[in-house]
């Protein structure tokens, strides 16, 4: 069952509230799956295998060139690399109040993910589905619902996901395939089996008002490689973070409550070379961290933007942002460098921030960097540091907005348009600037007393 969540009564001054938010898990018998959920994904038997169709994708309840209308059934099957249902060539087939329970195994990792072989419901081929008011189970690794190709769209609503075994996206979309997902609740017990995914080609998911609770290892609330989409979703990712971005993504949150239990709150990443246009935005929300280590946003390999905008991270480990020079594993369970990429560059991060209340630090490693920019009435306490080798560290205020420093910080590039410093609290401790740095021309390369006891100091 996932954690309560505390709201705040707005009739009540500062009276919590608990509520409790289920999802499939709470109905599942999950002693049974508890065998499926051990299995791991192969990706090193051939690299996972062909990176081409082997396959015809096939199942019981085909539809090629035609419409269709499921309602008020239960559609099973039993059979490896086989799907369900499969919607394909232009087919429109609406599915509601049904039933659709999917077991057998998927022999090739990469047949499954570029292709959605073994998922429960396959759509393909720029055909649509429209599925409501309905169940899909998978065990023994499988997606629930995947979107193939240019011109595929698939509607889910009113719709509940569960799955057990590795690599079971709920909602999966490759090949420029599109899925719109309201009304939501989704529960995956395997790992590498993110709630909301996209693959390669690039998918796109937009999710809004949704449930989503992963528990295997590398499991995210979603899963970028495309464009991904979550309005009012209540994510809980126990052994993952809550996003997974590969390479030059976009990832747009709006009133999402996120918990993450490993890596970090958000991933985001370039497996290959590294990757520049990479975007994530959160707005009017709230990222929790549970690991000692985890910051709320990690970089990787990767330039990328990211904007918090009326949004709250919570971490245990009091950071906020890590760049570094590295990437996740195959495995989704730990960072690595240049001893498995031998392509991985420095991270360059650049964080905006504005209506926003944050405490924690910022760390940038071996030769990245991280822009960290406050606007719009937003106040930080904590500082910026270099966790290992060479980095590169700005900072940026506007005069709305306020910096409590807990520590001395050394800055490649320092803006304030607060030209008397009088936004910054400096508890005694010191800003020093780099003097060649043209962005720290307003300074004019002076020595001066800040708020607070502390000073700016060029070096």
């Known amino acids: 069952m996932m954690a309560p969540i505390q709201l705040l009564l707005a009739c009540l001054p500062l009276a919590l509230a608990t509520v409790t938010v289920l999802d499939p898990s709470d109905y599942a018998d999950l002693a049974a799956d508890a065998t499926d959920n051990t299995l791991e994904a192969d990706y090193t038997t051939d690299n996972g295998g062909p990176q081409y169709l082997l396959y015809n994708i096939t199942g019981p309840y085909y539809y090629s060139d035609e419409d269709g209308e499921i309602d008020h059934q239960t559609l099973t099957v039993d059979a490896n690399d086989t799907s369900?249902?499969?919607?394909?060539?232009?087919?429109?087939?609406?599915?509601s109040y049904t039933d659709v329970i999917k077991e057998?195994?998927?022999t090739w990792l990469n047949q499954a993910s570029f292709f959605g072989v073994n998922a429960a419901i396959n759509v393909a081929n720029a055909s649509t589905a429209y599925i409501d008011h309905s169940n899909v189970t998978v065990h023994n690794g499988a997606a629930n619902i995947y979107a193939y190709g240019t011109g595929t769209t698939v509607y889910v609503s009113n719709t509940d996901l569960y799955s057990s075994g590795p690599v079971s996206h709920g909602l999966y979309a490759a090949g420029n395939g599109t899925i719109y997902a309201s009304n939501l609740r989704h529960y995956s017990g395997g790992e590498r089996s993110s709630s909301f995914s996209g693959d390669s080609p690039g998918g796109y998911i937009y999710v809004t008002d949704a449930i989503a609770h992963t528990a295997g290892v590398g499991s995210a609330i979603f899963y970028t490689l495309g464009d991904s989409y979550g309005k009012d979703v209540v994510g809980k990712s126990e052994n993952g973070p809550s996003l997974f971005s590969d390479g030059a993504q976009s990832s747009v949150f709006e009133n999402v409550d996120f918990t993450a239990g490993l890596l970090a709150g958000t991933v985001m990443f370039s497996s290959s070379t590294r990757s520049s246009g990479a975007s994530l935005s959160f707005s009017n929300s709230r990222l929790t961290t549970l690991?000692?280590?985890?910051?709320?946003?990690?970089?990787?390999?990767?330039?990328?933007s990211a904007t918090l905008h009326a949004t709250e991270l919570n971490t245990t480990s009091g950071i906020l942002v890590i760049a570094n020079a590295s990437q996740v594993t195959q495995s989704f369970d730990h960072f690595v460098g240049w001893e498995e990429n031998s392509s991985i560059q420095p991270a360059q991060a650049t964080v905006t921030v504005t209506e926003s209340t944050l405490s924690g630090d910022i760390v940038a490693y071996n030769g990245s960097s991280i822009s960290w920019s406050l606007a719009e009435y937003s106040s930080w306490t904590g500082t910026a540091s270099t966790g290992r080798g060479t980095a590169y560290l700005a900072v940026a205020l506007d005069?709305?907005?306020?910096?409590?420093?807990?520590?001395?910080?050394y800055l490649q590039n320092f803006t304030n348009a607060d030209t008397t410093n009088g936004n910054i609290a400096s508890q005694g401790y010191s800003i020093y600037y780099n003097a060649s740095s043209s962005a720290n021309a307003w300074i004019k390369s002076a020595n001066t007393t800040l708020p607070g006891g502390g000073s700016l100091q060029s070096y």
């Open 84 to 95: 369900v249902l499969v919607v394909t060539e232009g087919s429109a087939v609406n599915v």
């Open 399 to 409: 005069k709305t907005s306020t910096w409590t420093l807990t520590q001395n910080v």
């Open 291 to 304: 690991g000692d280590d985890m910051a709320a946003l990690w970089f990787g390999n990767l330039i990328a």
């Open 104 to 106: 057998g195994y998927s």
